[in-house]
C-alpha cells in the first residue's frame, strides 16, 4: 500500500540550513505537501507541490522533489528557533485519502 | 471565516467510560476528517465524511470507535468503552472538496487521557 517515511529527528544550529528528507512510494501522487505542527496544535501547510515540478521557492522554503527515486525535500534556509516543530511530509494521489509520514521533529540550537 | 474547531481541547476519563469528541469544520467544506496522533506516531487515518455521501470507515480500529456528521456540518467522534491504548490526539481536519489539491485544514486536536 502507499506509504510515506521520513526521518524522526533534526537538530541544527540557528542560522544554519535545514533539510528535512521524505519518501513516498505511490507512483500516482499528483501533489506533495509539508505541513508544520507547533506544539499543542493542529497540523498547518507550509507549502506543497504539483507532481510535475522539480523544485518550489517560497522565501525561505525550498522544495525538491525527485519524481524517480520518490523523493522529496524541505529545506528551510537560515533556520531560526521559531522553525522547532514537527514537519509532516504527505501525498495525495487523488481520490480522497491523503497518506502521512510520521512527521519529523526538528530542534534549532540557539 | 474561523478555523477547524475542537472540543474539549483536553479529555481525562476513566477505562470504560464513553467520551465524545466534537469538531466544527470550516463553513462551506464538504469534507471531513478524523485522525489519530500517537505520542512519536504519524497520523492514522480514522474516518472520512464528504458531503452526504457515505462515510469511509475504513480507519476505524474497532467497532468501539463511531462518528457521525450532522448537517453537513458539525461532526462526532464517539468511543466507547474507551481503553488506556486510546489515549492520542485526536485531530480533525476538513477540505474544500475531495478533488484538486486536498489542502486540509486542521484543528488544535483533542487530547485523550484513559486511566
Known amino acids: 500500500g502507499e506509504d510515506v517515511e521520513q526521518s524522526l529527528f533534526l537538530s541544527v544550529r540557528e542560522g544554519d540550513s535545514s533539510v528535512i528528507n521524505c519518501t513516498y512510494t505511490?507512483?500516482?501522487?499528483?501533489?506533495l505537501y509539508w505541513y508544520k505542527q507547533e506544539p499543542g496544535a493542529g497540523l498547518q501547510l507550509l507549502t506543497y507541490i504539483f507532481s510535475n515540478m522539480d523544485m518550489k521557492q517560497d522565501q525561505r522554503l525550498t522544495v525538491l522533489l525527485n519524481k524517480k527515486d520518490k523523493h522529496l525535500s524541505l529545506r528551510i534556509a537560515d533556520t531560526q528557533t521559531g522553525d522547532s516543530a514537527i514537519y509532516f511530509c504527505a501525498e495525495f494521489g487523488g481520490g480522497f485519502k491523503t497518506i502521512f509520514g510520521a512527521g519529523t521533529r526538528l530542534f534549532v540550537k540557539a | 471565516g474561523a478555523g477547524v474547531s475542537q472540543s474539549p481541547s483536553n479529555k481525562v476519563t476513566e477505562k470504560g467510560k464513553d467520551v465524545e469528541l466534537r469538531c466544527d469544520p470550516i463553513?462551506?467544506?464538504?469534507?471531513l476528517y478524523w485522525y489519530r496522533q500517537s505520542l512519536g506516531q504519524g497520523l492514522e487515518f480514522l474516518i472520512y465524511f464528504q458531503g452526504n455521501s457515505a462515510p469511509d470507515k475504513s480507519g476505524l480500529p474497532s467497532d468501539r470507535f463511531s462518528a457521525e456528521r450532522t448537517g453537513g456540518s458539525v461532526s462526532t467522534l464517539t468511543i466507547q468503552r474507551t481503553q488506556q491504548e486510546d489515549s492520542a490526539v485526536y485531530l480533525c481536519?476538513?477540505?474544500?472538496?475531495?478533488?484538486?489539491?486536498?489542502?486540509?485544514?486542521f484543528g488544535a486536536g483533542t487530547r485523550l487521557s484513559v486511566l
Open positions: 481536519a476538513s477540505s474544500l472538496s475531495q478533488g484538486s489539491k486536498n489542502i486540509q485544514y
Open positions: 505511490d507512483s500516482s501522487s499528483t501533489y
Open positions: 463553513s462551506g467544506h464538504t469534507a
